[in-house]
C-alpha cells in the first residue's frame, strides 16, 4: 500500500476586487449564509506552511486551492506545493462559487491526489511536532468514534450537519456498525467522550458524531464510494453558489469512514478556539504550544477585527519567527 500522506488546504483572498466583482455578480438567497466571517484572511497563511516545514515535514504533498489568486510571498516553485485552481478539479457547471462545501465534497478530483491526505480549513495550524501516524495508521484515517447529538445554534451550518447523519442511517444499522468493530467504538483512547457514547447507545439509530473541527484525515476512495451512492445530493451542494441549509459539508465523508469501520482509534490533538470569546486562551495556546493542532475560528463576536489579528499574529510569530522556504 502506498503510505503517502498529502495536505490539502484552501484559501481564499477576500481583498481581490477580481473576486469581488465576480461574488457581487450573484445574490446569495435567505437560505445561504454570505456572512464576512466566511471570507475575510488574518494574513497569517505564512505561518500555516512553516508549521507544516518544521513539525510536519514527513508530508507528501500540499495542495493549496485557490480561487485563483496567491499570497505575494509565496514560493510557488517549492517541489512539495501543487497549485490547484477551482477549475482545475471542480466540473465547469458548478464553477463560480463561493462556498467551501462544493470545494470540499470534490476533493477527490484532485489530480495526483494520494489516497490519504489530511484536509485543512485555513484557520487551523501545526503548533507542535505530529506523526504521520497521528492521522493514520496502517492505510486507515484515525479519528474519534463517538456518538453526540448533531445540533447546532446556526441554522444553515446545524441543518447541514444533520443531512449527512440523515445519509448514514440510510446506509448504516448503527447497532450492527458498532458491534462489527466494537473496539474501535468503545475505546478508552477516547477519554471523556466515551460518555456520550455510552449515554446515547439505547438510541437504535445514528443521533450524531463527535466534530472537533480540526482537520480531518480522508481516504481518497471514501470520496468516491460516497460519490457513487449519493451523487444527487452531492451534486445539489457542488451547484450551490453560497452555503445552503440542504448542503451536504465534507463531514458526511468523515461519518462514513467511522460508520463503516474504516478507521483506527485516535486521540484527541487539539482545541478550537472561537476568537470572539476566547481571544486571550488561543493567544495562551499558540505561545506556549499547548496542543499539536489548533483552529481559530473567526466570530461576528469580534469586536476589533484588526486588534484580533494583530494579537494573533504576533503570538505564531513568537514560535515561527523565521520564513519557510514555502516563502520568497
Known amino acids: 500500500m502506498d503510505n ?33 466571517i466566511r471570507y475575510r484572511d488574518f494574513d497569517n497563511l505564512q505561518y500555516w506552511f512553516r508549521g507544516v516545514e518544521k513539525h510536519a515535514p514527513w508530508v507528501n504533498k500540499i495542495h493549496f486551492i485557490t480561487w485563483g489568486h496567491l499570497p505575494s510571498w509565496l514560493n510557488t516553485n517549492h517541489p512539495k506545493l ?11 457547471e458548478y464553477l463560480p462559487t463561493y462556498s467551501a462545501r462544493p470545494i470540499e465534497v470534490n ?58 447523519i440523515y445519509i448514514i442511517n440510510k446506509y448504516f444499522d448503527k447497532k450492527k456498525s458498532i458491534r462489527k468493530n466494537f473496539s474501535k467504538w468503545y475505546n478508552p483512547i477516547y477519554g471523556k467522550y466515551l460518555i456520550k457514547t455510552l449515554l446515547l447507545s439505547p438510541w437504535n439509530y445514528f443521533t450524531g458524531f463527535h466534530v472537533s473541527h480540526l482537520p480531518n484525515a480522508f ?14 445530493r452531492l451534486i445539489f451542494t457542488s451547484s450551490n453558489k453560497f452555503r445552503n441549509k440542504s448542503d451536504l459539508t465534507q463531514y458526511i465523508f468523515k461519518f462514513w469512514q467511522l460508520a463503516s469501520g474504516n478507521f483506527k482509534p485516535g486521540k484527541a490533538m487539539g482545541k478550537n478556539f472561537n476568537l470572539g470569546k476566547n481571544l486571550e486562551s488561543a493567544v495562551t495556546a499558540i505561545e506556549k504550544q499547548n496542543y499539536k493542532l489548533i483552529c481559530l475560528n473567526d466570530s461576528d463576536l469580534i469586536n476589533d477585527f484588526e486588534k484580533t489579528k494583530e494579537k494573533i499574529n504576533q503570538s505564531f510569530n513568537k514560535i515561527f519567527p523565521d520564513k519557510s522556504k514555502f516563502e520568497i
Open 219 to 232: 481516504l481518497k476512495s471514501t470520496f468516491i464510494e460516497v460519490w457513487e451512492k449519493e451523487s444527487d
Open 107 to 164: 476533493l477527490h478530483r484532485i489530480e495526483e491526489l494520494s489516497e490519504q491526505f489530511v484536509y485543512f480549513n485555513d484557520d487551523m495550524f501545526i503548533v507542535k511536532p505530529v506523526k504521520s501516524t497521528d492521522f493514520f495508521l496502517e492505510g486507515y484515517p484515525r479519528d474519534i468514534a463517538a456518538i453526540d447529538i448533531a445540533i447546532k445554534a446556526d441554522e444553515i451550518h446545524g441543518s447541514a450537519a444533520q443531512n449527512s
Open 4 to 36: 503517502k500522506i498529502d495536505f490539502v488546504i484552501c484559501w481564499v483572498d477576500s481583498k481581490d476586487e477580481e473576486w469581488q466583482k465576480e461574488k457581487a455578480e450573484f445574490s446569495p438567497d435567505i437560505m445561504t449564509d454570505n456572512r464576512d
Open 82 to 92: 501543487n497549485i490547484v485552481k477551482h477549475e482545475d478539479y471542480i466540473p465547469k
